[in-house]
């Protein structure tokens, strides 16, 4: 294949618990440098974009905030064409970018990585909304993350399965591994899918999901909450498993 | 059939919110009369054996220690048996009867419906013992049950999918539908599986779960949680779908 535009993860491929991972930058200006196109597709929702262009900005990483993807925004147009007013299960730092959606009486539940916002109380409220007839929307559905103080901590996922498994509902999931998400950062640099390449640590959403609806080619790198095995677990294994994003920037520079 | 003996769900058949159903206490005696014998079989774990005798008492029932059967047991029986020590997520009026249990580091996670207790750092910290290895252990898998309130509210079974989603294994279920937790309540009795009936509202653990591993009927009333339609949503269909206990049983005394 030959490479137009490459898709970035960035907690555990860019950063990990606040620091940059060794060479990201390095790789991310190779890319730059050899005039890849790239978009940052994220499914972390404990902060906002702007914290994460700051979070970025102070490892030494400049983007712009056209350059980066996160579910919330597909959330917040998805609300709005289908006119729902959202019972939010988010955490605070995001809750603000819902403030313009519609605030009728039909409701969608909207999941995120609420952290301790996920109570039984707050839960407990939203299967009831759900028992009422709203949709499940879920900003992502992975299942942990590698949390600041290395351990691997449960992410938006298992509250998204919790209530999907109370309600006998499926969620429409709208960050990663969704297809509109992929299409909607490719779109913005006229990338079709089958041309872009993935890098993540998640095998599950970054790969195996990239894969299935039609990414061109997944790299799994072996930093962030990568563990032994991981590439034979779900159903379509990575293109390629490299070591970090020095790594799958080389193998992307050997096609482009 | 011949009917043998009675298994009878308590919370939504016999009482609901702290209240008796109308009739049931006087179906209860019309089986005693009969000389059926009855075995209570509850997923409830938000209070324990002693605190469910007293509220019964308080409404007018009267049964034996000996004709109550909780998945408290069954987990203390397991946990014995494995030598494992458990990491609790369950209510507090429960966790002392696990004072006795192994106490070495070889853990197994025990989920009950802790209710409010099920908060993100407990399930965080369940979820982490898991990741190294341990086993998980569902008092229940119930997905819902009628609260106080006359709302449905989340019920274990829906932190126990949460748990399973995210580490990939599967829960072993002590109590309802388990076919070891049936059979032990009828084996106190001197009962086999095709000769006893199940009384209950959730038309899953009771009703499909007992029919599934060979309880001769069950009976599924439309007081408690149930709600239109919950006859046909899982694998097997009630025997018959009755008003309530006290025409379940006259059902039963149709059949002994």
């Known amino acids: ?75 917040v147009d998805y609300l709005g064409r289908a006119n729902l007013s959202p019972y939010l299960l988010v955490h605070p730092a995001i809750s603000e970018e819902f403030s313009a959606c519609p605030k009728g009486s039909d409701r969608a539940v909207v999941v995120g990585d609420a952290g301790n916002g996920f109570c039984y109380q707050a839960l407990n409220g939203a299967f009831r909304v759900l028992a009422e007839g709203a949709p499940l929307l879920a900003l992502a559905k992975n299942r942990s993350f590698r949390d600041a103080d290395g351990g691997l901590s449960l992410d938006a996922g298992a509250f998204v399965a919790a209530l999907e498994y109370a309600t006998g509902q499926h969620a429409v999931v709208l960050g990663k591994p969704s297809a509109e998400f992929f299409e909607a950062a490719l779109s913005s640099v006229g990338c079709v899918m089958t041309d872009a390449v993935m890098v993540g640590d998640d095998a599950d959403a970054d790969v195996s999901g990239a894969l299935s609806v039609g990414v061109g080619a997944a790299l799994l790198v072996r930093t962030g909450k990568y563990r032994d095995g991981d590439e034979i677990l779900y159903e379509h294994s990575p293109t390629s498993v490299v070591a970090d994003l020095t790594e799958a920037v080389a193998w992307i520079l050997d096609r482009v």
Chains 1, 2 share one sequence.
């Open 1 to 75: 294949m030959q490479v137009k535009a490459v898709l970035l993860d960035l907690s555990g491929v860019v950063y990990q618990g606040g620091a940059i991972i060794p060479g990201a930058s390095e790789a991310i200006n190779a890319l730059r440098l050899a005039k890849v196109p790239i978009r940052f597709v994220t499914n972390t929702t404990r902060s906002s974009k702007e914290q994460i262009l700051v979070e970025l900005s102070k490892m030494g990483i400049e983007i712009g905030e056209e350059e980066i993807f996160t579910p919330v925004g597909a959330a």
